[in-house]
T-cell receptor, first 110, second 115 residues
Framework: DAKTTQPNSMESNEEEPVHLPCNHS???????IHWYRQLPSQGPEYVIH???SNVNNRMASLAIAEDRKSSTLILHRATLRDAAVYYC???????????FGQGTRLTINP | GAGVSQSPSNKVTEKGKDVELRCDPI?????LYWYRQRLGQGLEFLIY????????KSGLPSDRFSAERTGGSVSTLTIQRTQQEDSAVYLC?????????????FGEGSRLTVL
């Protein structure tokens, strides 16, 4: 299983952009990079995923390094509701499970 | 509802008792996963089902843990002779199938407390 490494915690201010980094140096060429987030007392929810190209959706953007050894989840304008634990995960071909690390606890200051 | 449903939402039991946790996945989702999350920790993979078969049981921590899935739908996770270390939130997720890009939809979890 590919291993991911994230900072334990990050802090940002409301309405400012947030860049959440993830290292996945052992990822294989066919592993997608998935991001999930977990709000307090809830199950994780999908945020975004990508393989090689940068990806955008209504929640966030995902910037993937050219060598695919790292990626950055970008929240363009953080709100208080974005306070959560963010997990960078990987899922390999033939390995039908997502491996979750400790995640990054994001605090948003008003 | 349309989401993954888990029951009970909370369960308090005494050490040594057996417990059953239920997961009702989204209709039509063939893949089902169980994860465990201890307090303040990340998610720990337990088992994966594709249809009724479990091709990956690698995460089950001991033979006290077992899971089954019937009719390609509802799954039950059983913990026998519970220990205090089993206290955690047990999360179930489902997805459409084998797609590499399959999004997992999680339930809200069953919180188990073993006294």
């Amino acid at each position: 299983d590919a291993k991911t490494t994230q900072p334990n915690s990050m802090e940002s201010n409301e309405e400012e952009p947030v860049h959440l980094p993830c290292n996945h140096s052992t990822i294989s060429g066919t592993d997608y990079i998935h991001w999930y987030r977990q709000l307090p007392s809830q199950g994780p929810e999908y945020v975004i995923h990508g393989l090689t190209s940068n990806v955008n959706n209504r929640m966030a953007s995902l910037a993937i390094a050219e060598d695919r050894k790292s990626s950055t989840l970008i929240l363009h304008r953080a709100t208080l509701r974005d306070a959560a634990v963010y997990y960078c995960t990987s899922r390999g071909e033939g390995a039908q499970k997502l491996v979750f690390g400790q995640g990054t606890r994001l605090t948003i200051n008003p | 509802g349309a989401g993954v449903s888990q029951s009970p939402s909370n369960k308090v039991t005494e050490k040594g008792k057996d417990v059953e946790l239920r997961c009702d996945p989204i209709s039509g989702h063939t893949a089902l996963y169980w994860y465990r999350q201890r307090l303040g920790q990340g998610l720990e993979f337990l088992i994966y089902f594709q249809g009724n078969s479990a091709p990956d049981k690698s995460g089950l921590p001991s033979d006290r843990f077992s899971a089954e899935r019937t009719g390609g739908s509802v799954s039950t996770l059983t913990i026998q002779r519970t220990q205090q270390e089993d206290s955690a939130v047990y999360l179930c997720a489902s997805s459409r199938g084998r797609s590499l890009t399959g999004e997992l939809f999680f339930g809200e979890g069953s919180r188990l407390t073993v006294l």
